[in-house]
C-alpha cells in the first residue's frame, strides 16, 4: 500500500531510519532520541501487523487512535508523549526536516481555562509569589487542563471528584517524589479553582496526602573522585564539552540551582573582584558569589568558543539561532552513565544533588548554618533542615576537599 494525499511515497523503515539521523544531526538528547525513535518502531511493527509498509498520515493517526483505546496500554502522560512522537514523525514526512522544539503544538485552551490561569497568576503576584513558583504552577495547570480536555470537558465549573480520581489514576507508577510534587500542585490548583469561583466545590481536601518515607527522599551525596570522573567523560575538545564542564562546575562548587545557571547572563561575572551576581528564580532575592581560578579558567574556556549570538546568556544552544540552552539535568545523567557510577536506586542524582553536596559538606565542615543559608540562597535555617534529609552518620562521614580553592 502507497502513501496517500500529498506525502512521497516512502517505505516507513527508511522514513525512520532518515528522521532518525537528523535527530542526531540536531543534537536531541539520546534520552530522547530513544524514547522518539522507540514511538516510531512501534508504530512500524503496528503497520507491518496489517500488512501495510509505505507511510501515511491516515495510518499514523490511526496508530494514535489505538493508543486512545478504552482500555489503553499505557498511562495517560506515556499516550500523550506517543502522540507527540507521532506529530513529529508526520511532520518530517511532509517536509523532510524538523525544527527542535516547534512540533509540538498544543491546543488551544478554552476561554474559561485561561481565565482561571490569568486570575490564578494575578493571585500569585499579589502573594509575591517568585517567578520559578508561577511557572511551575501554570505548567502543572495545562497538564491538568489537557487531561480535562481529552476527557470531554471545557469549563473548570463541571469538574467533578470522579474527574480528579481519574486524573489520579494518570500517576501510576511514576517515581514517589514525582507523585508527591503532583498532588501538592494539584491541590493547589483545586483550592483556588473553589476561592477563585471556578468551581462550587473545594476538592483540595479530598487530595490524598503522600509520605516519601525518609529513604526515598534522599540525594547523592558526591565524592570529589566521582565527580571527577564525571567530567573526565566530557570531550573537551568541543564547543559542547567546554559549555558543559563550566556548567557542572558552577553547580558543584558553588551549588546553584540548575535554573539560575541557565539564567547566567555575561553581564553577571564580575573578572575585577571574581564573584557572580544574580537574582536568584525561586525566591527572588539576589545572590553574589566567588569566582575560584579552576571555575573561571573553565567559563573562560568556553567563552572563547561560544557561538557568537546576541544573546545575553551566558550558557547557549548551540542550535541556530543560539538562544538560551534548555535544561541540562538529562546530559549530565549521561555523563553519570557514562563514568560509570554507582548510584543506589532510591537516591536523586541530577543537578540538584551537586546543590545538597555543597550544603552537606559546608555542614560536616562546621561551617556554621548562618554562613551556609546566604551562601546557597536559601530562606531560612529551616529549609537548610529539610533540604539535607541526612543523619548525623552520614555528615560525620563526609570529607570536606579542597582542590585549587574549590569546595569539591
Not at 485552551?109 to 511551575?136: C, G, H, V, W
Request: net charge positive; charged share 25%.
Amino acid at each position: 500500500m502507497k502513501g496517500s494525499g500529498i506525502l512521497p511515497t516512502i517505505e516507513i523503515t527508511d522514513l525512520i531510519a532518515e528522521a532518525t539521523k537528523t535527530l542526531y544531526d540536531l543534537e536531541y538528547s539520546p534520552r530522547v532520541i530513544e524514547y522518539t525513535v522507540a514511538t516510531w518502531k512501534q508504530f512500524e511493527n503496528y503497520c507491518l501487523h496489517m500488512q501495510i509498509s509505505y507511510y501515511s498520515s491516515a495510518m499514523s493517526e490511526a496508530f494514535c487512535n489505538d493508543l486512545n483505546s478504552p482500555n489503553p496500554l499505557f498511562k495517560h502522560k506515556t499516550i500523550l508523549r506517543k502522540i507527540s512522537c507521532m506529530k513529529k514523525f508526520d511532520a518530517f514526512a511532509k517536509t523532510r526536516g524538523f525544527k527542535k522544539g516547534i512540533v509540538k503544538q498544543k491546543e488551544p485552551l478554552p476561554e474559561n481555562f485561561t481565565a482561571f490561569l490569568t486570575a490564578q497568576d494575578e493571585m500569585f503576584i499579589k502573594k509575591a509569589y517568585s517567578e520559578s513558583t508561577r511557572e511551575t504552577a501554570y505548567k502543572f495547570c495545562n497538564r491538568f487542563m489537557a487531561f480535562l480536555l481529552s476527557m470531554g470537558l471545557d469549563k473548570l465549573s463541571g469538574v467533578t471528584w470522579e474527574l480528579v480520581s481519574k486524573y489520579l489514576l494518570t500517576l501510576n507508577g511514576h517515581a514517589k517524589s514525582t507523585v508527591r510534587g503532583e498532588l501538592s500542585r494539584l491541590r493547589q490548583t483545586l483550592k483556588y479553582m473553589y476561592l477563585l469561583q471556578y468551581n462550587s466545590k473545594d476538592f483540595s481536601k479530598e487530595v490524598p496526602s503522600y509520605n516519601l518515607g525518609q529513604a526515598n527522599s534522599m540525594s547523592k551525596i558526591w565524592e570529589s573522585k566521582e565527580l571527577d570522573q564525571v567530567l573526565q567523560t566530557i570531550d573537551k575538545s568541543s564547543t559542547k564539552g567546554k559549555r558543559d564542564t563550566a556548567f557542572i562546575l558552577i553547580a558543584s562548587e558553588l551549588g546553584v540551582r540548575s535554573a539560575d545557571i541557565r539564567n547566567l547572563k555575561l553581564t553577571d561575572i564580575n573578572w575585577e573582584s571574581c564573584s557572580i551576581s544574580f537574582v536568584q528564580s525561586k525566591t527572588g532575592k539576589p545572590n553574589v558569589l566567588p569566582l575560584s581560578e579552576k571555575l573561571g579558567t573553565a567559563i573562560i574556556d568556553y567563552l572563547r568558543v561560544r557561538p557568537e549570538t546576541d544573546s545575553p546568556y551566558i550558557f547557549v544552544s548551540l542550535i541556530p539561532p543560539y538562544g538560551q540552552m534548555a535544561k541540562f539535568n538529562s546530559s549530565f545523567h549521561n555523563y553519570v552513565h557514562r563514568a560509570g557510577i554507582e548510584v543506589k536506586r532510591e537516591a536523586h542524582y541530577g543537578l540538584h544533588s551537586l546543590r545538597a553536596t555543597v550544603a552537606t559538606k559546608l555542614l560536616a565542615a562546621d561551617v556554621s548554618p548562618d554562613v551556609i543559608v546566604p551562601f546557597l540562597g536559601h530562606s531560612g535555617n529551616q529549609t537548610l533542615h529539610a533540604y539535607i534529609r541526612m543523619d548525623i552518620e552520614n555528615l560525620r562521614e563526609c570529607a570536606l576537599s579542597f582542590e585549587d580553592g574549590a569546595l569539591i
